[in-house]
């Protein structure tokens, strides 16, 4: 089981945070361009979802599996948006971003005062606690190749 | 820090999530507010002081009702050692970590996890060290505040190497 990458934007759309561990196809444009990219999809996959189902959902879009990797989305009811990319065979995702928003962003993000919101993080104690969260978790064996 | 995580787990099962951080957010905010009145845009002591005179009429008020229940003390060592353990646990749900004297009126109290500090930075990046003295300042002023109301005149200083520890130094006035 791998986590590939992961990003959280903000409710305006702006990249608030980018990181990655087992990348092996870069997209081939700038950090920047992708997160629009990135971004933009999302948008469109949220409205198609609510527009088409055909029953009242309360959460909505969740994930989506390709043949090589899921991408896993959690959205907070402020807006936040957490997108975590492992491969198919992580299935709890979710939770361990559930658990990155409650224990990491919330508490070194917004708790701490010289951080700017919806402004890119630059808090490197942040940085820290995300690295340590998905490399404890158990999705995150890295297989070296 | 262990001791800090499981200090926050135990309040929030009996305080709640919002009463544990309307401190911590209000003070951010006191800070940034303090910090933005100033005319000239730098970060002077002038600033800074207002902080600090904001937090002594705090401690000033404070040590009224922590002390409700206590008997008078015996000596100043005997207040500064309440202000370690009870009035810190009751602010920062933690004690001081280390106290030292030189028995001539010097106290160093020393928290190696400030809850002020936690969130900011880790001790092995410099990060944010340069903005720690604006997230002291208040807190400077309690402990001034609360040793005046005691009867103890003197000038408190904090000073931070490795974030989250910081150390705060009493010098107590000799009249």
């Known amino acids: 089981m791998t986590i590939h990458n992961l990003y959280i934007f903000s409710k305006t759309g702006t990249l608030l945070y980018y990181t990655e561990w087992n ?54 009811p402020s807006g936040l948006k957490f997108i975590l990319n492992t491969d198919n065979a992580s299935q709890t995702a979710r939770e361990l ?3 990155l928003y409650r ?31 998905f490399k404890k978790s158990p999705l995150f064996l890295s297989r070296s190749i | 820090m262990k001791q800090q995580i499981i200090d926050s787990k135990a309040s929030l099962g009996t305080t709640g ?15 940034n507010y303090v910090l933005s009145k100033s005319s000239s845009g730098t970060e002077g002591e002038e600033e800074l002081s207002r902080l600090e005179w904001m937090g002594f009429s705090v401690g000033y008020r404070i040590i009224e009702r922590l002390t409700r229940e206590w008997s008078r003390f015996k000596d100043e060592l005997d207040m500064i050692k309440f ?6 646990s009751s602010l920062y749900h933690k004690q001081i970590d ?56 003197s000038t408190v200083t904090a000073e931070t190497t490795t974030l989250p520890s910081c150390k705060f130094h ?6």
């Open chain 1, 23 to 76: 990348r092996l196809n870069k997209s081939g444009i700038t950090k920047e361009e992708e997160a629009k990219l990135m971004y933009g999809m999302l948008f469109s996959i949220k409205s198609f979802v609510s527009k088409i189902s055909p029953l009242d959902s309360k959460e909505g879009f969740l994930y989506y599996k390709t043949s090589k990797y899921t991408l896993h989305y959690f959205e907070t």
């Open chain 1, 97 to 99: 971003l559930q658990q």
């Open chain 1, 103 to 133: 224990e990491v962003y919330l508490e070194y993000v917004i708790k701490n005062p010289l951080c700017q919101l919806n402004e890119p993080i630059q808090s490197e104690l942040f940085k820290m606690k995300v690295d340590e969260l």
């Open chain 2, 17 to 31: 999530e919002a009463d544990d951080c309307l401190f911590e957010y209000l003070h951010a905010e006191l800070v």
């Open chain 2, 83 to 88: 202000i370690c353990t009870d009035f810190w």
């Open chain 2, 98 to 153: 280390n106290l030292r004297t030189n028995h001539h009126g010097v106290y160093v109290l020393q928290d190696n996890a400030f809850r002020l500090l936690d969130k900011v930075g880790a001790s092995n990046s410099k990060q944010y060290l340069k903005e720690s003295p604006r997230l002291l300042a208040f807190t400077c002023g309690l402990l001034r505040g609360s040793l005046a109301n005691l009867g103890i005149i």
């Open chain 2, 170 to 175: 009493v010098q107590v006035q000799k009249i």
